[in-house]
C-alpha cells in the first residue's frame, strides 16, 4: 500500500470534509423544508407539497442562502446539530391535524367520569 505524503493527504482530507458538509446540509436543508411545509399546511391548502419542496431546493438564491446558515450552524454546533435534526425529522412524522385534537377532546368527558367510579 503506497503511503500518502502530505500534499495528497491534504487533498483527500478537503475532499471527505467538502462531501461531508455538503450531505449534512442537504439533509438540514431537506429536513427543515419538509417541516416548514408541513407547518405552513397547517394554516393553508398545499397542492402538492412535494412539488413545493423540489421547486423551492431548485431555487438558486434559497438554496444557497439556506445552505450556507446551515453549513454555519454545523460549524458552530457539530454533533448537536444531530440532535436537532432528529427531533426535526421526528416532528415532519407527527400528525398537527385537529383531527387528532378532537378526538381527544370528545373522549376527555368520558374518562374524567369513569374515574370518580373505578376510585370507588
Known amino acids: 500500500m503506497k503511503r500518502l505524503d502530505d500534499k495528497d493527504l ?55 442562502e439556506v445552505s450556507q446558515y446551515f453549513g454555519g450552524l454545523a460549524l458552530r454546533y457539530g454533533s448537536a446539530l444531530a440532535l436537532v435534526n432528529a427531533a426535526v425529522i421526528t416532528a415532519k412524522h407527527v400528525d398537527f391535524s385537529e383531527q387528532n385534537t378532537e378526538q381527544i377532546t370528545e373522549q376527555s368527558p368520558v374518562i374524567i367520569e369513569e374515574l370518580p367510579s373505578n376510585a370507588e
Open 10 to 64: 491534504m487533498k483527500y482530507h478537503t475532499r471527505y470534509e467538502n462531501y461531508i458538509g455538503a450531505k449534512t446540509t442537504d439533509s438540514l436543508i431537506d429536513n427543515f423544508l419538509s417541516l416548514a411545509i408541513k407547518a405552513v399546511g397547517l394554516v393553508v391548502k398545499i397542492d402538492d407539497a412535494g412539488a413545493l419542496k423540489n421547486e423551492l431546493k431548485g431555487d438558486f438564491i434559497i438554496s444557497k
